[in-house]
């Protein structure tokens, strides 16, 4: 049974840091690429960064680029994203997100969210 539970987020000010965490049960976590999403209200889920199953590439939304970090610890089974910089629009629900095949990028399956906030 694949699980994946984020945590980490909670209310940081703008300019301030957060860390998420995505905890992985269920499959060979280190051969799949994994992603970070997050979904404002009123907007589409949209992707955040992905990282491959080695950690050896990584992707960045243009608005996240340089700000957020995204990297992986196989031997735990754990996805992160440090997020510094932080702006009142990186608010939003973030999911970590798994493919069900090796091959594939896209996630299939999701975690519950946690939420972040950013505001003075």
């Known amino acids: 049974q694949v699980q994946l539970v984020e945590s980490g987020g909670g209310l940081a000010q703008p300019g301030g840091s957060l860390k998420l965490a995505c905890a992985v049960s269920?499959?060979?976590?280190?051969?799949?690429?994994m992603s970070w999403y997050r979904q404002a209200p009123g907007k589409e889920r949209e992707l955040v960064a992905r990282?491959?199953?080695?950690?050896?590439?990584?992707s960045y939304a243009d608005s996240v680029r340089g700000r957020f970090t995204i990297s992986r610890d196989n031997a735990k089974n754990t996805m992160y994203l440090q997020m510094n910089s932080l702006k009142p629009e990186d608010t939003a629900v973030y999911y970590c997100g798994a493919p069900s095949s090796p091959w594939k990028l896209g996630p299939d399956y999701w975690g519950q969210g946690t939420q972040v906030t950013v505001s003075s």
């Open positions: 990282i491959i199953g080695t950690g050896g590439s990584t």
């Open positions: 269920g499959f060979a976590f280190s051969s799949y690429a």
